[in-house]
């Protein structure tokens, strides 16, 4: 079960229901609205994603996500437009408007799951503001552009599954991360990968960062986490 919120906006309110339906089966929490002027109603900034259809009523997708671009409370909220118009020109002015991914009815759950997991994958660890170039506890750095990690100025060789994880837990410090949320972040794109894979991999880690190893606590029967003292 992740914590990520979905809000589906959209005037079909069975179409509403099923993509809930199926997005709360995938451990999402997920609330709908039937209307942009519906929605805008709402607190939006908890959100972590919106699915907003595009032709509704007075107000449009497009008119909305205009709106919500323009605000900096609701700016960062990723978008996947649902649309049952699929021309170049309406795609063109929807990545204009910031969407974050596109998706033509009629279409299949199937897609709009991924596409979903691959917009909140590409979105998460980013927050609301631009990553920080370096992440750093005491003398253990992390450095984001130049992909190196280095303790009292000397550098750390690690894989590169080893950096994403080093990553993720360094970024997010404290929040524990199950292995479901660790596997479908760092290995997204691949398919069989058995949850061994991350205890072999966090283990091989703490090794490498030495004392710092002990900062990454294993939270049984729930993940892992940096712990900051």
């Not at 303790?151 to 690690?158: A, D, N, P, V």
């Not at 090794?207 to 729930?222: C, E, H, M």
């Amino acid at each position: 079960m992740n914590d990520y919120r979905i809000l589906v906006v959209d005037d079909e309110e069975d179409l509403c229901e099923i993509l809930k339906f199926n997005l709360e089966n995938e451990g999402y929490l997920v609330d709908t609205a039937h209307s942009a002027e519906e929605a805008l109603k709402l607190d939006l900034t908890p959100y972590h994603l919106l699915l907003l259809d595009v032709m509704m009523g007075e107000t449009s997708g497009f008119r909305m996500a205009s709106i919500l671009k323009k605000d900096k409370k609701t700016a960062h909220i990723p978008i996947i437009f649902i649309t049952a118009k699929d021309t170049e020109n309406d795609t063109v002015t929807g990545f204009n408007l910031g969407a974050d991914d596109y998706v033509s009815k009629p279409f299949s759950i199937r897609e709009v799951l991924v596409r979903v997991k691959a917009v909140l994958r590409r979105t998460a660890t980013e927050g609301t503001t631009r990553q920080p170039e370096q992440l750093s506890y005491e003398s253990l750095v992390l450095d984001v552009s130049k992909k190196k990690v280095s303790i009292e100025g000397k550098e750390i060789s690690l894989t590169k599954k080893e950096f994403e994880i080093l990553h993720l837990l360094l970024l997010n410090k404290g929040r524990v991360f199950s292995r479901e949320d660790i596997l479908g972040r760092i290995w997204s794109d691949e398919v069989y990968v058995l949850d061994r894979t991350i205890d072999v991999n966090i283990t091989r880690l703490r090794k490498k960062i030495g004392s710092y190893g002990k900062q990454i606590v294993t939270r049984l029967g729930y993940g892992y986490c940096f712990e900051a003292e």
